[in-house]
Nanobody
Framework: QVQVVESGGGLVQAGGSLRLSCAAS????????MGWYRQAPGKQRELVAA???????NYADSVKGRFTISRDNAKNTVYLQMNSLEVEDTAVYYC?????????????WGQGTQVTVSS
């Protein structure tokens, strides 16, 4: 089994910054894509950013130029640096990992971390 744990959420004023971290552990043989989704109250979960094991990062239009995704393969960790935060960025942020656990490729999710941006 693969465990995914996020950290780094919190309350910040508009214009501020936060950095989210997410670590995968357990039966991790190989990690392919790592990414972040978010879900605001009353809205569907949406992709924020994704970073494949080798390739181009992908961002939602609403966060381009403000958020940066990166990963540390040695630590099986992905980060999301969020700058110039806006009230509209308020949501629960979920980390997701596509990993090979020795038997098959699966998508795994973290429990979510709350990000609240105040005006």
């Amino acid at each position: 089994q693969v465990q995914v744990v996020e950290s780094g959420g919190g309350l910040v004023q508009a214009g501020g910054s936060l950095r989210l971290s997410c670590a995968a552990s357990g039966s991790v043989f190989q990690i392919n894509t790592m990414g972040w989704y978010r879900q605001a109250p009353g809205k569907q979960r949406e992709l924020v950013a994704a970073i494949p094991s080798g390739g181009t990062t992908n961002y939602a239009d609403s966060v381009k130029g403000r958020f940066t995704i990166s990963r540390d393969n040695a630590k099986n960790t992905v980060y999301l640096q969020m700058n110039s935060l806006e009230v509209e960025d308020t949501a629960v942020y979920y980390c997701t990992v596509v990993a090979y656990n020795g038997r098959y490729n699966g998508r795994y999710w973290g429990q979510g971390t709350q990000v609240t941006v105040s005006s």
